[in-house]
Structure formats: structure tokens, C-alpha cells
């Protein structure tokens, strides 16, 4: 899937941090790190 990255409030995409978020975080953990590199580059600029 792409997509355009966005900013969103994230209490309203996870509600419920420890159901919601900590399980999307354990199913997605693999991403996160492959994206690390760019977001390096983005925090510099």
C-alpha cells in the first residue's frame, strides 16, 4: 500500500493506548524500523 503520510491526533486514531496502540506497534514494529533512516533525515530539517 502507499500513501501520503499525514498528521493526525493520534489519541483519535488509538483510543485505547494499551489495546489499540501497543498491539498496532507489536504488528507493525518491522515498518517502524525500515522507516528509521528517513526519519533521521527528517528530524534534521
Excluded: C
Aim: hydrophobic letters at 45%; charged letters at 35%; a positive charge.
Amino acid at each position: 500500500m502507499i500513501g501520503k503520510i499525514q498528521r493526525v491526533k493520534l489519541r483519535e486514531v488509538w483510543k485505547r493506548e494499551a489495546a489499540d496502540f501497543t498491539t498496532w506497534l507489536m504488528d507493525n514494529i518491522d515498518v517502524l524500523s525500515n522507516l528509521r533512516p528517513y526519519l533521521k533525515k527528517l528530524a534534521r530539517n
